[in-house]
């Protein structure tokens, strides 16, 4: 029956984000904000909640995206999309004499920021979605439309749906009277969200995913963004985007999830 294990994975997102509310208000989260600066204990679950299930069966492992066939070209393709989505902005940036660091990052620390951004956030985040939600999802619901040589299903749809509910519920926790919702953001993240996945289904893996993924956190989040590097990364999204699409219906054979 498939109604019973699609409810049981909007359950551990529903869980995965009640703990994050109830997380904020505990002394645990003000001593991670006060000494390391990030909320590495949320991010944390990110990675430990597939765990149980690659231990219980680690046939699913390819499946999740743990995999490193291909990693050669998945590693140049996503090295290139991050210099592409990040060198732009940085370089309109620095030759008009606007580059900053972003508060955050001046107050916390680069490497510390850079260890959070690119192993609790970009890696963290890809294992959970576009891995274990996404891989589970496919199991269940199965992968029966193609782009090209790109299989995919309605857990494409679904887990991109619940990666950009989870943005939108950024600034909302009922537990501290916080009720905004950030519907740009949501809209943001869906659509990337559906671009990534493509690309996990293409590739079989969470390298590029993952790089991606860093790319467009080291641009928002370690600069203060302007209206020219803003402008910059647009461009540089329409020429990613471009990239991506031809590697999405490129020729080699896609990896076959198990």
């Known amino acids: 029956m498939r109604l019973r294990p699609i409810l049981g994975l909007l359950a551990v997102f529903a869980l995965v984000t009640m703990f994050g509310w109830w997380l904020s208000t505990t002394s645990i989260n003000r001593l991670l904000f006060g000494e390391a600066g990030w909320n590495y204990a949320f991010h944390t679950v990110f990675i430990l909640v597939p765990v149980p299930f690659l231990l219980l069966d680690w046939s699913r492992a390819e499946s999740y995206g743990v995999t490193l066939k291909h990693w050669r070209s998945d590693l140049q393709l996503g090295v290139a999309l991050v210099a592409l989505l990040f060198v732009p902005g940085l370089l309109a940036d620095f ?31 890809e294992f959970l979605y576009r891995g274990f939600f996404q891989g589970e999802f496919n199991r269940v619901l199965g992968r029966p439309c193609t782009l090209r040589r790109a299989k995919f ?7 991109s749906l619940l990666f950009g509910i989870a943005h ?9 009277d916080q009720y905004s919702l950030d519907w740009i953001g949501f809209a943001a993240t869906t659509a ?13 893996g969470l390298i590029a995913v993952s790089l991606v993924h860093l790319g467009v956190l080291l641009f928002v989040r370690l600069f203060v963004v302007t209206p020219y590097s803003g402008s910059a990364l647009i461009l540089a999204w329409l020429v990613s985007l471009g990239v991506l699409l031809r590697y999405i219906l490129g020729r080699r054979e896609a990896a076959e999830p198990a």
Do not use: H
């Open 95 to 125: 030759l008009l004499g606007e580059l900053e660091l972003a508060p955050q990052v001046a107050s916390r620390g680069i490497l510390n920021t850079l260890l959070f951004l690119a192993v609790f956030v970009a890696v963290a985040e």
């Open 192 to 204: 990337l969200a559906l671009l990534l996945g493509l690309v996990r289904e293409r590739t079989g």
């Open 153 to 159: 299903g309605v857990g494409l749809f679904v887990t």
């Open 168 to 176: 939108l519920l950024n600034p909302f926790n009922p537990l501290r």
